[in-house]
Protein backbone atom coordinates (compact mmCIF):
# COMPACT_ATOMS: atom_id res chain seq x y z
CA UNK A 1 0.00 0.00 0.00
CA UNK A 2 1.25 3.81 -0.95
CA UNK A 3 -0.40 6.63 1.01
CA UNK A 4 -0.25 10.14 -0.72
CA UNK A 5 -0.28 13.35 1.15
CA UNK A 6 -0.65 16.87 -0.80
CA UNK A 7 0.11 20.20 0.75
CA UNK A 8 0.62 23.53 -0.69
CA UNK A 9 -2.53 24.75 -1.80
CA UNK A 10 -4.06 27.79 -1.14
CA UNK A 11 -5.80 31.09 -1.99
CA UNK A 12 -3.56 33.51 -4.64
CA UNK A 13 -4.52 36.30 -6.84
CA UNK A 14 -4.14 35.34 -10.76
CA UNK A 15 -1.00 35.67 -12.21
CA UNK A 16 0.80 34.25 -8.90
CA UNK A 17 2.05 31.06 -8.47
CA UNK A 18 1.85 27.84 -6.03
CA UNK A 19 4.13 24.65 -4.97
CA UNK A 20 2.19 21.92 -4.62
CA UNK A 21 3.82 18.93 -3.03
CA UNK A 22 2.84 15.22 -2.51
CA UNK A 23 4.62 12.65 -0.02
CA UNK A 24 4.58 9.10 -0.36
CA UNK A 25 4.90 6.91 2.57
CA UNK A 26 4.16 2.80 2.98
CA UNK A 27 6.02 1.31 -0.02
CA UNK A 28 6.54 4.66 -2.46
CA UNK A 29 8.66 2.09 -4.32
CA UNK A 30 6.67 0.19 -5.71
CA UNK A 31 4.98 3.00 -8.25
CA UNK A 32 6.84 4.19 -10.90
CA UNK A 33 4.23 6.86 -12.10
CA UNK A 34 2.94 10.01 -10.09
CA UNK A 35 0.55 12.27 -11.67
CA UNK A 36 -1.78 15.40 -10.02
CA UNK A 37 -5.18 15.48 -11.20
CA UNK A 38 -7.26 18.46 -10.59
CA UNK A 39 -11.34 18.56 -10.30
CA UNK A 40 -13.57 21.85 -9.88
CA UNK A 41 -17.02 21.78 -8.83
CA UNK A 42 -19.49 20.30 -11.05
CA UNK A 43 -16.39 19.26 -13.24
CA UNK A 44 -15.09 15.69 -13.67
CA UNK A 45 -11.49 14.80 -12.40
CA UNK A 46 -8.94 16.61 -14.95
CA UNK A 47 -5.42 14.66 -15.60
CA UNK A 48 -2.96 17.90 -15.27
CA UNK A 49 0.25 16.18 -15.66
CA UNK A 50 2.62 12.86 -14.47
CA UNK A 51 6.08 12.32 -14.21
CA UNK A 52 7.77 8.54 -15.03
CA UNK A 53 10.39 7.59 -11.79
CA UNK A 54 12.90 8.52 -13.59
CA UNK A 55 12.07 12.09 -14.56
CA UNK A 56 13.19 11.47 -18.25
CA UNK A 57 9.70 11.33 -19.63
CA UNK A 58 6.42 13.98 -18.61
CA UNK A 59 3.56 14.58 -20.09
CA UNK A 60 1.49 17.87 -19.41
CA UNK A 61 -2.53 18.76 -20.32
CA UNK A 62 -2.65 21.62 -23.09
CA UNK A 63 -4.07 24.10 -21.11
CA UNK A 64 -0.97 23.79 -18.41
CA UNK A 65 1.72 23.23 -20.70
CA UNK A 66 4.39 26.23 -20.60
CA UNK A 67 2.97 27.68 -17.19
CA UNK A 68 3.38 24.42 -14.63
CA UNK A 69 6.33 21.92 -13.88
CA UNK A 70 6.11 18.66 -12.52
CA UNK A 71 9.01 16.71 -10.94
CA UNK A 72 9.99 14.67 -8.23
CA UNK A 73 12.55 13.91 -5.64
CA UNK A 74 12.90 10.02 -5.62
CA UNK A 75 14.98 10.21 -1.69
CA UNK A 76 12.33 12.06 -0.69
CA UNK A 77 9.67 10.20 -2.06
CA UNK A 78 8.15 13.48 -3.18
CA UNK A 79 6.38 14.79 -6.14
CA UNK A 80 5.61 18.77 -6.93
CA UNK A 81 3.70 20.76 -9.06
CA UNK A 82 5.08 24.32 -9.59
CA UNK A 83 2.14 26.31 -10.88
CA UNK A 84 3.19 29.87 -12.49
CA UNK A 85 1.06 31.88 -14.10
CA UNK A 86 -2.07 30.71 -12.26
CA UNK A 87 -5.98 31.73 -13.67
CA UNK A 88 -9.10 31.52 -12.18
CA UNK A 89 -9.44 28.14 -14.68
CA UNK A 90 -6.92 26.38 -12.79
CA UNK A 91 -9.41 26.88 -9.35
CA UNK A 92 -10.10 23.30 -8.44
CA UNK A 93 -8.68 20.58 -5.76
CA UNK A 94 -5.63 19.34 -7.03
CA UNK A 95 -5.07 15.14 -6.23
CA UNK A 96 -2.01 13.59 -6.29
CA UNK A 97 -2.44 9.74 -8.00
CA UNK A 98 0.40 7.02 -8.26
CA UNK A 99 0.10 3.98 -10.64
CA UNK A 100 2.83 0.80 -11.42
CA UNK A 101 3.85 0.43 -14.30
CA UNK A 102 5.94 2.03 -17.38
CA UNK A 103 3.15 4.14 -19.42
CA UNK A 104 1.67 6.82 -18.33
CA UNK A 105 -1.89 7.68 -18.30
CA UNK A 106 -3.86 9.91 -18.34
CA UNK A 107 -7.14 8.50 -17.23
CA UNK A 108 -8.28 8.87 -13.42
CA UNK A 109 -9.49 4.97 -13.81
CA UNK A 110 -5.19 3.38 -14.10
CA UNK A 111 -4.16 5.23 -10.55
CA UNK A 112 -4.29 3.02 -7.94
CA UNK A 113 -3.80 5.46 -5.01
CA UNK A 114 -4.82 8.49 -4.70
CA UNK A 115 -4.25 11.33 -1.82
CA UNK A 116 -7.29 13.23 -0.18
CA UNK A 117 -6.52 16.56 -2.04
CA UNK A 118 -5.44 20.03 -1.69
CA UNK A 119 -7.53 23.59 -2.86
CA UNK A 120 -6.32 25.84 -5.31
CA UNK A 121 -8.12 29.13 -5.76
CA UNK A 122 -7.25 31.63 -7.71
CA UNK A 123 -8.71 35.18 -7.23
CA UNK A 124 -9.21 36.96 -10.23
Known amino acids: QVQLVESGGGLVQAGGSLRLSCAAS????????MAWFRQAPGKEREFVAA????????NYVDSVKGRFTISRDNAKNTVYLQMNSLNAEDTAVYYC?????????????????WGQGTQVTVSS
Open 26 to 33: GRPSSVTI
Open 51 to 58: IERSGAAT
Open 97 to 113: AAKTGRVIETRPLSYDY
